[in-house]
């Protein structure tokens, strides 16, 4: 279901009184001060150095600690051992078909939006073995992949991964059939959410609920903030690990002013936000054009390259292979698919969508309408990556608003021409 | 200089030998088509109002199926002609029918020729002796085509 | 993720103990070759006991070394014996399948999907239906069918609806399951069979087996229809049997498209709507279905 973006403002009076309840005073020695505890619901202030903290105490609980970092030009998941080695003083540049990083000019760690990579990759890797099988006379004795011995802590993942997250949960987990592997990572992991107050122009998460801001989904969550008060984080605890993992970690207290610079924040992010998708009825218009001109149109540019399908957040398609070696072992693997894939449809020797524009109508139909029918949500987190790894540029907001403007415009080319010759 | 409706569809072969009155009573349900190579003159359960002398171009006849594209099961050109659903009811079409190249037809609204076929039983008749031997031609060949003439016929 | 959890043979039944992907371990006790691509492989499990399904729904089938296939059952709950699956030469895996010998481990995972709606857990409160039933099957779609006519045919000796199988075949040697075909009209079922072509043994029907619907003796206004076959087959007898009167509500068709895991991940059987190992194969065929069936390259 579609979440509301964060843009309230919040009451001065009550809401300090709360923060302040329960908030510890700053120090750089965590042994030195007087420990008190956080709870759920909690809101913090959290210095840079403190930051340093929280990834290091996370990794002492025995997390496997991930965040952004920037390789090949590209913000990307990579392994996080201090706050130096993420994303600091970058700002993506993004458009249809264009990606580019480059210093902000600034201090911050995320004044940059989202990268080519998703964490759909930690809990659904690219490459999955699913079990493992031997041969025992002529029986076979099985070995089913667990999720691994140390869980995982994402430090800087956005708002809009999080509702990725909470889609894919819907398929692999909640579903009628749990994948364990999926399940147990996804369940062990910590995740700390940062706000967006940087998007790129190809974002448009606004319109799916899905960010800048976000309220629940968390274990915790942060908000970079940088003026005249100094560079620091507004943070707020979501849940039971997250107080275990700030235990005896001192914060600073919340004021009126930090409070405001969130709101401040997060309006002026949304202000940023440029694209946008109109999803009032969209699942029931793109399924009642399935015959619409534009698909066509959209196919003489699609190269049916599949990017759009590796960079989504949300897509699940996968192939299972089973692969049998000389010394009589047998391996079923789990591999990424995509629906551009000319075999997906595979069908009584061919493919049922054999034509790029039956594909591209597939992938769009599914996202944004069919989706809804299959899990009861929303296909679509409004990330934007289809838009800037897309090579020819194709614009999925684009594609759905002129359908959504033309509604109706296949009823005209299913009937018989019958021009002056 | 274009010819007007009435001598393109006294030109057909499927006219061939129509009265002059009954070409009159004809034309009143005919006009000009043109289709681009794509374009579907039927499609599979859609409403069948139309009938068509095919003057240039050829069109398929095929039916769609998963995995297979779609399956040809007939070519015709100039000189056929496309669409006899329009006759009998429920008035939809059983197969596609596609234009292969840029197809110049000439169209009867099949509702309006429905009216004039029950009204003047003469011209009806005639209509109908027509389409009868249309049908019982293609008939005869669909069914030798089932006899798969080129296959290996050795029963197992 | 390295770590493994060893799953020994012995423990492999315990009920939540075999991951969703991993297949249980079945042996080949009989094979019947039905004609000369299609088979019908008899399982039975290592251990515990066989698996509880309904007629309409599918196994995923592990031909080990080659690769893992949908297969319908073609079996009857009601029969104690083996499990029946029928299998059609298409492919590697199906191939592999259908030279299984007596005797080989083969990999069993479901059942899957939705069934036909013949069983007594469909009856509402002691109501049976008696509604005639039309059964069409077009070649190896009488594989699926075979347990809910078993069950209809059972069903209507007890006073449930008149059973009419309608059989449509290539030719002759491509018709299956013919001891079930003559043991189902001993039972009362009006069984029609037509072949598109003859051979010159045949004396039954040819023809289209949509042209069998015209004589059946069906009550078209109160009846209700299961259709299984290739997929132009099942929309033109749709068609012709809403054109005779029948509720398009009362009509079952089976659905088919690409299916690799079953459980609802892969995202291959999609079809419009529907993930077809989830809310199919089975499905009405009114409203969504109908318009799906009309829809290219879906």
């Known amino acids: 279901m579609k979440r509301r973006p964060v843009t309230r403002r919040v009451p001065s009076g009550a809401r300090v009184r709360h923060c302040l309840r329960g908030l510890i005073v700053v120090a750089d020695d965590p042994g030195?001060?007087?420990?008190?505890?956080?709870?759920?619901?909690?809101?913090?202030?959290?210095?840079?150095?403190?930051?340093?903290?929280?990834?290091?105490?996370?990794?002492?609980?025995g997390y496997e600690v991930k965040g952004p970092v920037v390789r090949g030009g590209a913000?990307?998941?990579?392994?996080v051992a201090s706050a130096a080695e993420l994303p600091v003083g970058k700002r993506d540049e993004q458009?249809?078909?264009?990606?580019?990083?480059?210093?902000?000019?600034?201090?911050?760690?995320?004044?940059?939006?989202?990268?080519?990579g998703s964490w759909k990759a930690e809990f659904f890797p690219p490459v999955q073995e699913v079990w493992r099988a031997r041969r025992d006379g002529d029986l076979l004795h099985f070995r089913e992949t667990s999720a691994g011995p140390a869980p995982l802590a994402i430090v800087g993942a956005r708002p809009c991964e999080i509702a990725a997250m909470e889609v894919q949960d819907k398929v692999l987990k909640d579903g009628a059939h749990r994948d364990p592997v999926y399940g147990d990572r996804r369940e062990g992991a910590f995740i700390v959410v940062v706000e967006c107050g940087f998007p790129a122009s190809t974002c448009f998460c606004a319109s799916m609920g899905t960010g800048p801001g976000i309220e629940r989904g968390f274990d915790l969550a942060l908000t970079e903030i940088d003026d005249a008060d100094g560079h620091r984080f507004l943070g707020r605890v979501g849940t039971e690990s997250a107080c275990t993992a700030l235990a005896g970690i001192t914060y600073g207290p919340v004021s009126d002013a930090d409070v405001e610079a969130r709101v401040q924040v997060l309006e002026e992010s949304s202000h940023r936000i440029s694209r946008a998708l109109d999803t009032d009825g969209l699942a029931d218009v793109l399924?009642?054009?399935?015959?619409?001109?534009?698909?066509?149109?959209?196919?003489?540019?699609?190269?049916?390259?599949?990017n759009c399908t590796m960079v989504c957040p949300t897509c699940f398609c996968s192939d299972i292979r089973d692969v049998s070696d000389l010394a009589g072992g047998l391996e079923r693997r789990r591999l990424w698919s995509s629906c551009f894939d000319l075999d997906h449809s595979y069908l009584h020797g061919g493919a049922v969508r054999q034509s790029v524009s039956s594909r591209y109508r597939q992938w769009m139909t599914h996202k944004l309408s069919t989706w809804w029918d299959q899990f009861d949500t929303s296909g679509c987190v409004g990330c934007g990556r289809c838009i800037a790894w897309c090579p020819v540029g194709i614009d999925i907001t684009e594609e759905a608003s002129v359908i959504a403007a033309s509604d109706g415009a296949a009823a005209t080319s299913d009937e018989t021409k019958g021009g002056v010759a | 200089m274009t010819s007007s409706i009435a001598e393109l569809v006294a030109a057909h072969p499927f006219m061939a030998g129509l009265s002059d009155d009954h070409l009159a009573v004809i034309v009143g349900c005919a006009r000009n088509a043109a289709f681009d190579p794509g374009d579907l003159l039927c499609k599979e359960g859609a409403s069948a109002d139309t009938f068509y002398l095919l003057r240039r171009g050829r069109v398929s006849i095929d039916v769609h199926a998963p995995g297979r594209g779609?399956?040809?099961?007939e070519t015709v050109g100039p000189g056929d002609v496309v669409g006899w659903s329009w006759l009998v009811p429920?008035?939809?079409?059983?197969?596609?029918?596609?234009?292969?190249?840029?197809?110049?037809?000439?169209?009867f609204d099949g509702a309006c020729l429905r009216t004039k076929l029950q009204d003047d039983p003469a011209f009806g008749l005639e209509m109908l002796s027509r389409v009868s031997s249309q049908l019982l031609a293609r008939l005869q060949a669909t069914r030798m085509r089932l006899l798969d003439l080129y296959g290996d016929h050795r029963e197992r | 993720m390295s770590a493994d959890v060893d799953r020994v043979l012995e423990r492999e039944h315990v009920a939540g103990d075999r991951g969703a992907m991993t297949p249980a371990l079945y042996r080949v006790v009989e094979r019947i070759r039905e004609t000369d691509d299609v088979t019908t492989l008899c399982l039975e499990p290592l251990s515990g006991t066989r698996m509880e399904f309904r007629p309409g729904q599918f196994n995923m089938l592990s031909a080990f070394g080659a690769g893992e296939a949908a297969i319908s059952l073609s079996g009857s709950p009601r029969d104690p014996g083996p499990l029946r699956h029928t299998v059609r030469d298409v492919g590697p895996v199906t191939r592999t399948l259908s030279e299984s010998g007596v005797g080989d481990l083969i990999g069993v995972r479901g059942p899957f999907g939705s069934d036909w709606q013949v069983g007594t857990q469909h009856l509402a409160g002691d109501a049976l239906d008696?509604?005639?039933?039309?059964?069409?099957?077009?070649?190896?779609?009488?594989?699926?069918?075979?347990g809910a006519v078993d069950e209809l045919v059972v069903a209507s000796r007890e006073g449930g609806g008149r059973v009419f199988l309608l059989v449509g075949a290539r030719e002759p040697a491509q018709i299956v399951f013919n001891d079930d075909l003559e043991s189902w009209a001993r039972q009362g079922a009006r069984v029609l069979v037509s072949v598109d072509r003859a051979s010159s043994q045949w004396h039954g029907r040819v023809g289209l087996v949509t042209a069998l619907l015209g004589d059946a003796g069906f009550e078209p206004a109160n009846c209700r229809a299961l259709l299984c076959g290739p997929e132009i087959m099942m929309r033109f007898t749709a068609r012709a049997l809403v054109?005779?009167?029948?509720?398009?509500?009362?009509?079952?068709?089976?659905?088919?498209?690409?299916?690799?895991?079953?459980?609802?991940w892969c995202g291959h059987c999609q079809l419009g709507p529907f993930l077809l190992c989830r809310d199919g194969p089975v499905l009405p065929y009114a409203g969504v279905v109908r318009e799906l069936l009309n829809e290219r390259e879906r």
Not at chain 1, 75 to 79: A, E, K, L, S, T
Not at chain 1, 95 to 116: C, E, I, M, N, T
Not at chain 1, 287 to 306: F, G, I, K, T
Not at chain 2, 90 to 107: E, S
């Open chain 2, 90 to 107: 429920p008035y939809r079409w059983t197969f596609d029918a596609r234009a292969k190249d840029a197809v110049g037809a000439v169209a």
């Open chain 1, 75 to 79: 913000v990307v998941p990579g392994i």
């Open chain 1, 32 to 61: 030195s001060a007087a420990a008190a505890t956080v709870r759920v619901g909690d809101q913090f202030v959290m210095t840079v150095a403190g930051l340093e903290l929280l990834i290091a105490r996370l990794a002492q609980l």
């Open chain 1, 287 to 306: 399924v009642r054009n399935l015959d619409h001109p534009r698909w066509a149109e959209v196919a003489e540019r699609c190269l049916s390259c599949a």
């Open chain 1, 95 to 116: 458009s249809p078909g264009q990606y580019r990083l480059r210093d902000s000019g600034d201090g911050k760690f995320f004044s940059w939006a989202v990268g080519p």
């Open chain 3, 130 to 146: 008696r509604r005639d039933v039309v059964v069409v099957a077009g070649g190896i779609g009488l594989a699926p069918l075979r």
């Open chain 3, 243 to 264: 054109d005779m009167g029948v509720d398009p509500e009362a009509i079952l068709v089976s659905l088919e498209r690409n299916m690799q895991c079953g459980l609802g």
């Open chain 2, 70 to 73: 779609p399956i040809v099961i």
